[in-house]
Nanobody, 124 residues
């Protein structure tokens, strides 16, 4: 069983919404920092949002006010609600987990566990 499995990606028009889900294996769920990253071909990987054990959250400036990261402890699932989507949000999105805590106001640069990625495409 893969430790992290994303779902919920797809195609949407600009201004629309998507919710990404990440099923996290119990042995790594909420042990430390969980986060979403994104990457497009030829671009550097970018941290999008993170949530720590205590529920504190951090966001990239480019998504603040539009994206919300959350978790469901009963379902051991990480979410990323994405509203007001823009074409520049088009990327492959990855959920991540690590036993280390999130740095204050940020995320780990190299989390240990990664999902396989889910594609998000936003058309203008």
């Amino acid at each position: 069983q893969l430790p992290l499995v994303e779902s919920g990606g797809g195609s949407v028009q600009a201004g629309g919404s998507l919710r990404l889900s990440c099923a996290v294996s119990l042995y790594i769920y909420n042990r430390g920092c969980m986060a979403w990253f994104r990457q497009a071909p030829g671009k550097e990987r970018e941290g999008v949002a993170a949530i720590d054990i205590d529920g504190s959250t951090s966001y990239a400036d480019s998504v603040k006010g539009r994206f919300t990261i959350s978790k469901d402890n009963a379902k051991t699932t990480l979410y990323l609600q994405m509203n007001s989507l823009k074409p520049e949000d088009t990327d492959t999105y990855y959920c991540t987990a690590d036993a280390r805590r999130c740095p204050t106001g940020s995320w780990l640069l190299r989390p240990f566990y990664w999902g396989q990625g889910t594609q998000v495409t936003v058309s203008s």
